[in-house]
């Protein structure tokens, strides 16, 4: 089966930074788009960032300009990088994948376990 498994969440201080890793593994066929979400206690899990398997990024309204999303293709891994954060950037971000594995060849959306971002101010 496919596995996703994130790190790099812990805790820093307003203006820090902080890198996500997001890693695909299993019996995978075909990889599609990768997109980051959060979820903050309390809020709907919202979109943070995306990246095509094309190439192609879109980031949220509050992430332009200070996250960047990324990926090697080659580890089948992807990162969100999170400059000058902001105490409401805290929340569990979560990584889902778009992932045909070779089991059945149909794509489906795979999630990570979620790791969690804490911005102190």
């Known amino acids: 089966q496919v596995q996703l498994v994130e790190s790099g969440g812990g805790l820093v201080q307003a203006g820090g930074s902080l890198r996500l890793s997001c890693t695909a593994s299993g019996s995978i066929f075909s990889i599609g788009d990768m997109h980051w979400y959060r979820q903050a206690p309390g809020q709907q899990r919202e979109l943070v960032a995306g990246?095509?398997?094309?190439?192609?990024?879109n980031y949220a309204d509050s992430a332009k300009g200070r996250f960047t999303i990324s990926t090697d293709n080659a580890k089948n891994t992807w990162y969100l990088q999170m400059n000058s954060l902001k105490p409401e950037d805290s929340a569990v971000y979560y990584c889902?994948?778009?992932?045909?594995?070779?089991?059945?060849?149909?794509?489906?959306?795979?999630w990570g376990q979620g790791t969690q971002v804490t911005v102190s101010s």
């Open positions: 889902a994948v778009e992932v045909a594995p070779y089991s059945d060849w149909r794509e489906d959306v795979y």
């Open positions: 990246i095509s398997s094309g190439g192609a990024t």
